[in-house]
């Protein structure tokens, strides 16, 4: 039987091929809980959850967001609607 080696992102659980993949993922999750804080902070009485769902949508366009803030507005009707699966990097079985 082969050993596979595999990554686990400890604040989803979610499993990697590589550790460069599981490094970004986290990264990416941790950017969507501070965009999510940002939006706790400044809307009063945001649901908690949609929050973090914008927040994970915002991480994962950040090319597109960061485009978008140097002026290139068109950049944010690129973003596509999630589908309510936030572990799309994580490779299935």
């Known amino acids: 039987m082969a050993v596979i ?6 604040r989803d659980n979610s499993m990697f091929n590589s550790k460069k993949e599981a490094e970004a993922h986290d990264k990416m999750l941790e950017l969507g809980e501070q965009f ?3 939006m706790e902070q400044q809307i009063s009485g945001i649901d908690l959850k949609q929050a973090e769902a914008f927040g994970i949508l915002l991480a994962k366009n950040r090319d597109l967001v960061m485009r978008a803030c140097k002026g290139d507005s068109g950049a944010l009707g690129e973003i596509k609607p999630e589908d309510g ?3 799309d990097a994580n490779p299935k079985p």
Do not use: K, S
């Not at 080696?5 to 400890?10: R, T």
């Open 85 to 87: 699966n936030t572990d």
């Open 5 to 10: 080696a595999m990554w686990l992102c400890d």
């Open 36 to 38: 999510a804080a940002l």
